[in-house]
């Protein structure tokens, strides 16, 4: 039998839910035997969190990044243990945190961004003579031959990886719109498989994972994994765009595979569903079989909820976007949905601050703004009458300040409304089909779509803009494939 500690923190604050977490992470490793079973005097210890998005300053409780506290514990108990440091690596991340290509470049002032706004560097600065902060994708690589590999026979092999003597995989437990489901241990190699990390759109990238886990259990590194649960996220994660779950849950094993296994089930979801899971199965690094697993500490039933899954449908989604589909892979479907999604409820945040904070509203517009910014399904949203209502009914120009105020919040938040507004069409995957008629903006997702799309000189030429010439302003493309780089794209929808 596996053993898997599955174990129930205690909540010391219930505002925003944060755990005793160097205590729950000291139960769960004791309950497998322990940091000393797998740290020997003077060994170098490399943890891999899941660094992807930052974790607002004011806490760490909140479900985007591997917290700090969990981290701590491992940290803490890998030095009692005897190690000589442990280094905390990631690849930089691509999505939520670098959100520029400037801020892309592989430097140490990217990686110190990213350090600070997931936790790392306050490590650092807490434990300065234990811990180090790895710039991974800026130190010098060593290629190694992969035995046995499916994609990858040979990979300029990380440094971190090649210095350390035991790898920890901490990935947080979430909802992801690549996998589907979840992303625990497997899918926490993304960011360190090189140039694999950009083809999510293919199903070989799980190999890919799968071909560096072998290469680091099968060289006596990687012996653990410790998955944070103690806030979680369901639904449209890896991102804001998800809701919290308050599981208050650390889950420790020696088999990655057994780890998330049993992270699944508690969110009540199933490994089988998970590829790089099942395969890391099939290649004997570990076990999905529930009945081959021994859980230690809490029971499955007495924390187990059930996570709302990712939502990737395009079609149907957004008010005044209509989403002209080819043949589109997951991951476009599920960037494609954060990002709009993420814009659109940028602006029933506004239209919520504007409610909270303009003075002396008409009733009518704080009924039509209500109604905006609680609406959740996105297709039911209306811009096109709540910027009419508030055109209507904005507060003429005055000398009062308060006055002032409140109409300069609503001219702003109409300026914002006016693009919702705007009639678009998104053409993504392969071979999208043609319209009868363009609408008034245009946008070409992806290389596939592009590539397809071989005539952009002739769509141009299919109908002109109104004045009988091309805009830029009107029609765009973002290249990529997956478009995982195309950052500008709510920000162009803004204009």
Request: aromatic share 8%; proline share 5%.
């Amino acid at each position: 039998m596996v053993e898997v500690a599955l174990v129930k923190g205690e909540k010391i604050q219930d505002e925003i839910p944060m755990y005793d977490s160097v205590k729950v992470v000291k139960q769960a490793l004791d309950l497998i035997g322990g940091m000393e079973s797998l740290v020997k005097k003077d060994d170098y210890v490399v943890i891999k969190p899941n660094y992807g998005v930052p974790i607002p300053q004011k806490h760490y409780a909140v479900p985007l990044s591997t917290s700090p506290g969990v981290l701590e514990g491992i940290i803490l108990e890998a030095q009692k243990a005897g190690a000589r440091k442990v280094g905390i690596a990631e690849g930089l991340p691509r999505t939520g945190m670098v959100r520029s290509k400037g801020m892309m470049k592989k430097n140490e002032q990217t990686y110190h961004m990213v350090y600070t706004a997931c936790g790392g560097m306050m490590l650092k600065e807490k434990y300065p003579d234990f811990v180090d902060l790895r710039f991974m994708e800026i130190e010098p690589r060593t290629k190694v031959e992969i035995p046995g590999g499916i994609v990858l026979k040979e990979f300029d092999m990380w440094k971190a990886f090649l210095d350390c003597d035991l790898f920890i995989n901490a990935p947080i437990m979430k909802t992801h719109f690549i996998t589907g489901c979840a992303t625990l241990a497997v899918k926490n190699l993304h960011g360190v498989v090189g140039n694999y990390m950009h083809f999510a759109h293919r199903e070989d990238f799980w190999m890919a994972k799968v071909d560096i886990a072998k290469w680091l259990i099968e060289n006596n590194k990687w012996r653990l994994t410790v998955i944070d649960g103690l806030a979680a996220l369901e639904g449209n994660g890896p991102g804001p765009m998800g809701k919290m779950v308050d599981m208050g849950v650390v889950i420790a094993s020696k088999d990655f595979v057994a780890a998330d296994t049993v992270a699944m089930e508690v969110m009540g979801l199933n490994a089988l569903e998970q590829p790089g899971d099942t395969l890391a199965a099939w290649r004997g690094l570990g076990t999905v079989d529930l009945k081959k697993i021994e859980i230690k500490g809490t029971p499955i039933e007495k924390v187990k909820k059930h996570f709302l899954r990712p939502n990737i449908n395009i079609l149907g989604r957004w008010p005044n976007i209509e989403v002209i589909v080819g043949g589109v892979c997951d991951h476009c479907k599920g960037w494609l949905a954060m990002e709009v999604d993420s814009f659109i409820k940028s602006i029933q945040r506004k239209a919520a601050r504007t409610i909270k904070k303009a003075k002396a509203l008409p009733d009518v517009i704080v009924k039509a703004l209500t109604e905006f910014a609680q609406e959740e399904l996105l297709a039911n949203l209306d811009p096109d009458k709540t910027l009419k209502i508030v055109e209507e009914n904005i507060p003429p120009e005055s000398d009062d300040k308060k006055q002032k105020k409140t109409r300069k919040m609503l001219l702003e938040l109409m300026d914002h409304l006016k693009v919702l507004t705007v009639k678009t069409q998104i053409f993504i995957g392969e071979q999208p089909h043609m319209p009868p008629k363009f609408a008034e903006r245009v946008i070409l997702v992806g290389d596939c779509c592009l590539g397809s799309a071989r005539k952009i000189k002739q769509l141009r030429a299919i109908q002109t803009h109104e004045e009988g010439q091309w805009s830029e302003k009107r029609w765009i493309a973002f290249h990529g494939c997956p478009p995982m780089d195309a950052f500008e794209f709510p920000s162009y929808l803004r204009t």
